[in-house]
């Protein structure tokens, strides 16, 4: 396991700790709440927060350390949905491989619509 996955993953321990873990969330969903066009929910991760202050830690942590920026943050009922950017890691990893995963991740099974 390299140094950078080891410590992303202690960082996020470090947030879990300190803001509770983020759930999965529906990214398409996170997306039309959001309000962004044009961005396939398969190029972003969708997280729900139990506040603000904890989708923007965890945010700021994605973008300093992963390179990851936050297409939004948005309250929705009694939580929060933040929408990470994938886009710069899936093309850092080079056409043909992002066009296996992308292709992959469309003959998923799990019943969303396309």
Request: glycine share 8%; aromatic share 6%.
């Amino acid at each position: 396991m390299s140094d950078d996955w080891t410590a992303h993953q202690e960082r996020h321990r470090a947030l879990c700790a300190r803001w509770g873990k983020p759930e999965t969330a529906d990214a398409g969903q996170a997306l039309r709440l959001i309000g962004c066009r044009g961005v396939h929910p398969d190029e972003v991760h969708a997280s729900r927060y139990a506040s603000r202050e904890a989708a923007e830690a965890f945010a700021a942590s994605n973008l300093e350390h992963l390179a990851s920026p936050s297409l939004g943050i948005v309250q929705d009922g009694d939580s929060w949905l933040g929408v990470t950017d994938l886009r710069p890691q899936l093309a850092a990893l080079g056409g043909a491989k992002f066009r296996a995963l992308r292709a992959a991740a469309q003959s998923r099974t799990d019943g969303r619509p396309r």
